[in-house]
């Protein structure tokens, strides 16, 4: 702290204005990343953990700039959602998506994440829809994650949006699931055929925590309601056994791949369709 001309007292903390400059700075070159081709859409196997094929890839946006190097999803992201141009990118992020998508065989889906603006938005529903009519993707070849956050204030207009893509075949999954206000309640008020257990819950699953036992209670659950379970953030073999032997039918991270390029998706799919 620092008293100022007028003997008032000031607190300066230069890390606090670097990072207000670096969010500016972000905000305003994203306008400009996607008229610069800077930004592109990386492709995470997840994989059927009996088997070991691949049953989708998850979408997740690269923004790799000419001076800053690569960006952090979570560190634009943000900010594209305080500016409303999570609107613009996310409509470029799903027509990529389903565009890439459209070369995989027929049984291999694509995951693409929204924001609750994005849902919010007028015209969202149809907005997908279009984007999949261009890149000819069949409608239940794509998925949409959602966060519990988006469900929190019940609005007609977010049950609206998936009642519409859901009668489609668009197909949804309820992302980070334990991170956030996890109630099961609405769960079977949504059309989910997924639920996502975070990361945070895989990496604690064979530490002998409530983890375990929290993830089989999960996975109890979803099969009751028909749906399936996937644990996110797998980066060790005895992690992939853990969920597994908690009844987890599908998984992905770092064990089985990063998100690679989408051309690399579709090595990885030929590989494995060669064998
Ligand atoms: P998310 O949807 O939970 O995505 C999973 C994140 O975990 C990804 O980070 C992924 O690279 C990372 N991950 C996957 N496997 C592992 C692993 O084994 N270990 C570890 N440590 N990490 C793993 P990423 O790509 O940095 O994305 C971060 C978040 O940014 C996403 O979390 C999502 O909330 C958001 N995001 C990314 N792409 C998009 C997008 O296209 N649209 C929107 N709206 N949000 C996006
Ligand atoms: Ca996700
Ligand atoms: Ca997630
Ligand atoms: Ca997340």
């Known amino acids: 702290a620092k008293v ?3 003997n008032q007292i000031s607190f300066y903390d230069p890390s606090m ?3 207000l400059v670096r969010r500016r700075e972000i905000e305003a070159e994203l306008r400009l990343a996607l008229q610069r081709d800077e930004l592109s859409i990386f492709f995470q196997p997840i994989v059927d953990l009996s088997t070991g094929r691949i049953r989708a890839f998850e979408a997740l946006v690269r923004w790799f700039h000419p001076v800053k190097g690569e960006l952090r999803p979570d560190e634009f992201i943000p900010v594209a959602e305080e500016t409303g141009a999570i609107i613009t990118l996310g409509n470029w992020i799903t027509a990529q998506a389903a565009r890439a998508a459209a070369q995989w065989p027929d049984d ?3 995951a693409v ?4 603006l994005q849902i919010k938005a007028p015209g969202a529903a149809m907005g997908i829809l279009n984007a999949l009519r261009e890149a000819r993707l069949p409608a239940h070849r794509l998925e949409l994650e959602i966060t519990e956050t988006v469900l929190l204030d ?6 609206d949006f998936m009642a519409e893509l859901s009668a489609a075949g668009v197909r949804f999954a309820l992302d980070d699931f334990g991170t956030g206000y996890s109630s099961l309640g609405y769960l079977n008020k949504y059309p989910f055929g997924k ?6 819950f895989v990496s604690g699953v064979n530490a002998g925590k409530k983890s375990d036992a929290i993830i089989r209670a999960v996975s109890g659950m979803a099969s009751t309601l028909d749906m399936q379970i996937v644990a996110e953030g797998l980066e060790t073999i005895e992690q992939v056994q853990a969920v597994q032997a908690a ?3 599908l998984g992905q991270g770092y064990y089985f791949s990063r998100a690679v390029p989408d051309y690399l ?5 030929a590989r494995e369709r060669e064998r």
């Open 113 to 116: 994440n929204l924001s609750p």
């Open 4 to 6: 100022n001309g007028r």
């Open 195 to 200: 639920i996502k257990v975070d990361r945070s």
């Open 17 to 19: 204005s670097r990072n």
């Open 265 to 269: 998706a579709g090595m990885l799919l």
């Open 247 to 249: 009844g987890c039918t």
């Open 154 to 159: 019940h609005s007609k207009q977010t049950e």
């Open 108 to 110: 291999v889906t694509v």
